[in-house]
């Protein structure tokens, strides 16, 4: 079964850091494109950071909020995703997905995991 | 890219069509517009791919069609499990948008 485990989520004091992990199963992680989605409470889904397969690459993208502050990469070793967050600001809330465009032809979100809370306050 | 979804919030009967909208401030290559549908408690689950295609598992009853800047997601006969939140997404650029979101609520 392909499925995604995101862990890592908690509470954090504006300025700190956290790491998110994904644990990916059911397929190879460096084959997909994955990206980082993030959700404030009663809101759209907001696109976060994308990390392309290696066949695509393996280049980054970032949104405008978050780039210089977060840090998409991948341990091949452990089929695992990481979102290193870095200077955290209250607005960085939200519960963030892993998610992955797998090999294919959808060129879509195909598969979401069920999502790690983050919240940022003093 | 800004996606524009209308309306905010439709009511309807179980049963009936629901139409709803998705306007891109840019043209988007059909190829990379997608709609997910969203039930409460629950992550974001892949709907239409390619502007018109059914992921696996979809029910033939969700349609999606447009081109260009003009889109549009179809449920022919709203079940009760169809009532939950809709978004629209673009992931043709670098930098991937999704819609505000269309709630479709039972009337």
């Known amino acids: 079964e392909v499925q995604l485990v995101e862990s890592g989520g908690g509470l954090a004091m504006p300025g700190g850091s956290l790491r998110l992990s994904c644990a990916a199963s059911?397929?190879?992680?460096?084959?997909?494109?994955m990206s980082w989605v993030r959700q404030a409470p009663g809101k759209a889904p907001e696109w976060v950071s994308q990390l392309k397969s290696k066949a695509g690459g393996g280049t980054t993208n970032y949104a405008a909020p978050v780039k210089g502050r977060f840090t998409i990469l991948r341990d091949d070793s452990k089929n695992t995703l990481y979102l290193q967050m870095n200077s955290l600001k209250t607005e960085d809330t939200a519960v963030y997905y892993c998610?992955?465009?797998?090999?294919?032809?959808?060129?879509?979100?195909?598969?979401w995991g069920q999502g790690t809370v983050v919240t940022v306050s003093s | 890219i800004v996606l524009t979804q209308s309306p905010g919030t439709l009511s309807l009967s179980p049963g009936e069509r629901a139409t709803l909208s998705c306007r891109a401030s840019?043209?988007?290559?059909?190829?990379?517009l997608a709609w997910y549908q969203q039930r409460p408690g629950q992550a974001p689950s892949l709907l239409i791919y390619g502007a018109s295609n059914r992921a696996t598992g979809i029910p033939d009853r969700f349609s999606g069609s447009g081109s260009g800047t003009d889109f549009t997601l179809t449920i022919a006969r709203l079940e009760p499990e169809d009532f939950a939140v809709y978004y629209c997404?673009?992931?043709?650029?670098?930098?991937?948008?999704f819609g505000q979101g269309t709630k479709l609520e039972i009337k």
């Open positions: 840019q043209t988007v290559s059909s190829s990379y």
């Open positions: 059911g397929f190879t992680l460096s084959r997909a494109w």
């Open positions: 998610v992955a465009d797998l090999p294919g032809d959808t060129d879509a979100f195909d598969i």
């Open positions: 997404q673009q992931s043709g650029t670098s930098l991937v948008t």
